[in-house]
């Protein structure tokens, strides 16, 4: 087992990370640039595909191993150390990840191949079991003609943004302050599970280029989705790495 984590542990996760990424990002260019290649590009990277793509299960799969990891380092800090801000944390981030997975996945609708109610695929935009495709706009009873009805037509408008605000939050903008010695005086924030900077710039230059090419160039959202979920992933791992560095090298 501790041979098992001392390979990973050499692994470099951030280059390997950044290679899936401009893999899928390159997948996803080719689309536009090779017509012949435009359905397998958007079945695999999930462009304007109406099912699963190859992206989304790796996401799925990433949500799923950090939500699992999370809730490890809940139990192990619960029982040495009863509850602390840091299990707070965990937990978070552990339901966090989970409610992820299930966004993702459409909880379990495409794994198990169930269908729906009919009230659910009324009120769902791509009629499947989710909160970010919900038409809200069927929900509150506004008319078609409504002037608000293109706007919260799809609750994804609204959540994905938000999705992005809050992993960028808390896997760039905090930790890179607290590297710099902000937030020292904040117990909440000091107990932040911190990751590695390496993961931090990752997670930021992640950001920034999906700002830059959605902006200008084509909508690039899944694959921001495909880096933050590595990045959701590569957090716990950095802080369980962190863990059994300590462990193994104590003071």
């Not at 790796?58 to 490890?72: D, P």
């Amino acid at each position: 087992m501790h041979s098992i984590i001392d390979f990973v542990r050499r692994l470099n996760r951030t280059w390997i990370a950044s290679i899936i990424v401009i893999v899928f990002f390159l997948i996803s260019v080719s689309g536009f640039l090779f017509p012949d290649l435009k359905v397998w590009s958007a079945q695999v990277a999930n462009r304007e595909y109406n099912g699963e793509g190859l992206i989304e299960y790796i996401e799925a799969i990433c949500w799923f191993a950090a939500s699992v990891i999370y809730f490890l380092l809940l139990i192990e800090d619960v029982k040495k150390n009863r509850w602390r801000l840091v299990g707070f944390w965990f937990l978070f981030f552990g339901l966090f990840c989970f409610v992820s997975l299930g966004e993702e996945i459409s909880w379990g609708q495409h794994l198990f191949s169930f269908e729906p109610s009919e009230f659910v695929q009324e009120i769902n935009k791509q009629k499947e079991v989710n909160l970010h495709n919900l038409n809200i706009s069927k929900i509150l009873g506004l008319a078609k003609d409504d002037p608000n009805y293109g706007l919260f037509q799809n609750f994804t408008v609204i959540l994905n943004p938000l999705f992005y605000l809050v992993c960028g939050v808390f896997w760039f903008v905090i930790p890179l302050f607290k590297k710099i010695g902000c937030f020292t005086n904040n117990k909440l924030i000091s107990a932040l599970p911190s990751p590695f900077f390496s993961t931090v710039v990752f997670c930021g230059a992640n950001l920034i280029a999906y700002l830059i090419i959605d902006k200008l160039f084509f909508d690039s959202g899944e694959i921001l989705e495909l880096s933050l979920a590595l990045v959701g992933l590569m957090v716990p791992l950095d802080v369980l790495f962190a863990k059994n560095r300590i462990i193994d090298n104590p003071e």
